[in-house]
C-alpha cells in the first residue's frame, strides 16, 4: 500500500479529533500529554534552528548592501500585507456588523488581561540583549535574532580561517537540527490529533457556550474566519503571483504541514521548525533567505492577528452601541497592525493584545469578556494565516532575489 502523504496524515488526525472529542470528552485529557510532548519538542527546537540558520545564512549574504536590501524588501512585504489583512477585516465587520444586538449579558469580568504590555520605546530598546544567554533561555525572538544577524554578519569580518571555522561550525548544527526537525515532524498526526481532540472536548457540555457560539458570537466567527480565508486564499496569492508570476496554490500545497500544525497548535513559534524545513526542502526557498524572513515573520509579521484585532475591537464597539467615526476606525487599524506586531507566537497572544487596541480608542476593556468562548475557535485560523504570511514573504523576496523556486 502506498504510505499517506504527512500533510494527509495530519488533515485526517484533525477531521476524526473532532467526532473522537466530542464522543471520548472523558478519555480525551488522559492523551493530552502526547499534545504536550509534540509542542514542548518544536519549541525544544526553534531557538537552536533560528540561531544557527540566522548565523549561516547572515554570514552568507556578503555585506552590509545584501542584508539592508533583504531587510528592506522584507519589512515592506511585511507591512503592506498586515495594513491589508487589518483593512479587510475592518471591511467585513463593519459589512456585517455581528456585534449589533450582541447579547452583553455575556460579558465576564477580565481580571487576568492586564495590559503589561512594554511600551513601543521599551519593544525596541529590549531587542539589544542584555545577556543574549538569558534570551536564548528564555527564547525571546527579538533579542536572539539581533544578536544572531550581528553575529553572523560579524563573522564575515575577521580573519579567513576563523570566518571559515565560524560558519563550518553554525552549517553542521543547523543540518542536524535540521535532521532533529524531521525526526519531530513524523510526530505530528500524533500530536494535532492530541490538541484537537482536547480542545473539542473541552468545549463538550457547556450549553451556554454552546448557544453563544451560535448567536451573535456566531457571526462575529464567521467574520473572522472569511477574513482569514480570503486573506490567504485571494490577498496574498494575487500579491505572490502579481509579484513573482509563480503560482500560489502550489505554494500553499506545499506549505500544508507547516499550516495544518499552526492551525491546531495555534502558536506561529512552535511552527516555526517546520515553516523553515518545508519553505526550503519543498519551495526550494535559500537558507539564506528562510533563515532570514521566516524567524523574524514569526514574531513580527502576523496578518492573521492583525485583521483579528480589527474585527474585533469593531464588534465590541457594536456590542456596546458605540458608533466610532471613520478617524476612530483608523486609530483601530493602526493599532491593529501594531497590536500584531507586539504579540508572540503563541497561542492567545492576540487576545491578550486586544485589550492594547480597546484602549487606544477607549473602547471599555470588560468587552474582552464578551469574545473569551471563542477565543480558541479564531486562535486556529489567525495563527494558520500568520503563517502563510510569513512563507509568501519568503517566496516574493527569494524570487526578487532571482531564487529559482519550484512554484
Ligand atoms: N496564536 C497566534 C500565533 O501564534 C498569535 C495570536 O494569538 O494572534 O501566531
Known amino acids: 500500500m502506498k504510505k499517506i502523504a504527512l500533510h494527509w496524515q495530519i488533515l485526517i488526525a484533525i477531521i476524526i479529533a473532532v467526532p473522537f472529542g466530542i464522543l471520548f470528552h472523558e478519555f480525551t485529557p488522559s492523551i493530552k500529554w502526547l499534545g504536550d510532548m509534540f509542542i514542548r519538542a518544536l519549541k525544544m527546537i526553534s531557538i537552536p534552528i533560528v540561531f544557527s540558520s540566522l548565523i549561516m545564512g547572515v554570514s552568507s549574504l556578503g555585506g552590509y548592501k545584501d542584508l539592508g536590501r533583504l531587510a528592506g524588501k522584507t519589512f515592506s512585504f511585511y507591512l503592506l500585507t498586515t495594513l491589508l489583512a487589518t483593512t479587510l477585516g475592518v471591511l467585513l465587520v463593519n459589512i456585517f456588523q455581528p456585534g449589533i444586538g450582541a447579547d452583553l449579558n455575556l460579558s465576564e469580568t477580565v481580571t487576568d488581561l492586564a495590559v503589561t504590555k512594554l511600551s513601543f520605546k521599551d519593544q525596541i530598546v529590549s531587542i539589544i540583549p542584555e545577556n543574549i544567554f538569558v534570551d536564548l533561555t528564555k527564547g525571546n525572538m527579538l533579542p536572539v535574532i539581533f544578536f544572531a544577524i550581528l553575529f553572523g554578519f560579524f563573522a564575515t569580518k575577521v580573519n579567513e580561517k576563523s570566518s571559515l571555522t565560524m560558519t563550518d561550525f553554525f552549517t553542521s548544527a543547523f543540518d542536524v537540527f535540521m535532521k532533529m526537525t524531521l525526526f ?34 456566531g457571526v462575529y466567527t464567521a467574520v473572522v474566519w472569511a477574513g482569514c480565508i480570503i486573506h490567504s486564499g485571494a490577498v496574498l496569492p494575487a500579491l505572490v503571483f502579481g509579484f513573482t508570476r509563480l503560482n500560489p496554490y502550489k505554494h500553499i500545497k506545499q506549505m500544508s504541514i507547516p ?45 492573521g492577528t492583525a485583521l483579528y484585532e480589527g474585527v474585533t475591537a469593531i464588534f465590541i464597539a457594536q456590542a456596546y452601541g458605540i458608533d466610532l467615526s471613520i478617524g ?39 468587552g474582552i469578556g464578551l469574545i473569551l468562548a471563542v477565543q480558541q475557535l479564531c486562535d486556529m485560523p489567525r495563527t494558520a494565516v500568520n503563517v502563510h504570511g510569513d512563507t509568501c514573504a519568503a517566496v516574493v523576496v527569494a524570487h526578487s532575489e532571482g531564487e529559482k523556486l519550484n512554484l
Open 184 to 217: 519531530i515532524v513524523r510526530f505530528t498526526p500524533l500530536g494535532v490529533f492530541a490538541i484537537v481532540s482536547n480542545i473539542v472536548a473541552a468545549q463538550n457540555g457547556d450549553h451556554e457556550r454552546l448557544i453563544s457560539i451560535i448567536s451573535s458570537l
Open 259 to 303: 499550516l495544518l500544525t499552526a492551525f491546531s497548535t495555534c502558536s506561529s513559534g512552535a511552527t516555526l521548525p517546520l515553516t523553515i524545513k518545508e519553505s526550503q526542502d519543498k519551495t526550494g526557498i535559500s537558507n539564506k533567505i528562510a533563515s532570514f524572513v521566516l524567524p523574524l515573520g514569526s514574531t513580527i509579521n502576523m496578518n
Open 328 to 366: 476612530q476606525q483608523f486609530v483601530i487599524v493602526l493599532t491593529s497592525v501594531l497590536a500584531s506586531i507586539g504579540a508572540a507566537g503563541i497561542p492567545m497572544a492576540g487576545l491578550v493584545m486586544v485589550a492594547v487596541v480597546l484602549s487606544a480608542v477607549g473602547l471599555p476593556l470588560e
